[in-house]
Nanobody, 123 residues
Framework: QVQLVESGGGLVQAGGSLRLSCAAS????????MGWFRQAPGKEREFVAAISGSGRSIHYADSVKGRFTISRDNAKNTVYLQMNSLEPEDTAVYYC????????????????WGQGTQVTVSS
């Protein structure tokens, strides 16, 4: 059974930093794009960042470019999201999952999601 466990969220002041981790188990994800997504209260889940299996291809949502950095360690089956210069608009529950690019943008084809990790940025 595939399991994704996100961690590292918390409460931080605007301008601060957090590092999120996503540990995957039940299968190896090294051959897949992995992505971070987030969902703010009352809004749909949205794409944040994606990284290819090799780590050589990386994509970001315009809203986080220059502030967030996605990385992965395939030996640990773990994906990371370093978030700097956080803004109140970054407040959301953050999830990781397999990612793919479609005509409508980045999405996850997976049916199941982890519990996510809450990020709250105060102004």
């Amino acid at each position: 059974q595939v399991q994704l466990v996100e961690s590292g969220g918390g409460l931080v002041q605007a301008g601060g930093s957090l590092r999120l981790s996503c540990a995957a188990s039940g299968r190896t994800f090294s051959g897949y794009y992995m992505g971070w997504f987030r969902q703010a209260p009352g809004k749909e889940r949205e794409f944040v960042a994606a990284i290819s299996g090799s780590g050589r291809s990386i994509h970001y949502a315009d809203s986080v470019k220059g502030r967030f950095t996605i990385s992965r360690d395939n030996a640990k089956n773990t994906v990371y999201l370093q978030m700097n210069s956080l803004e109140p608009e970054d407040t959301a529950v953050y999830y990781c999952n397999v990612a793919e690019y479609r005509a409508t943008g980045w999405r996850s084809p997976a049916e199941g999601w982890g519990q996510g990790t809450q990020v709250t940025v105060s102004s």
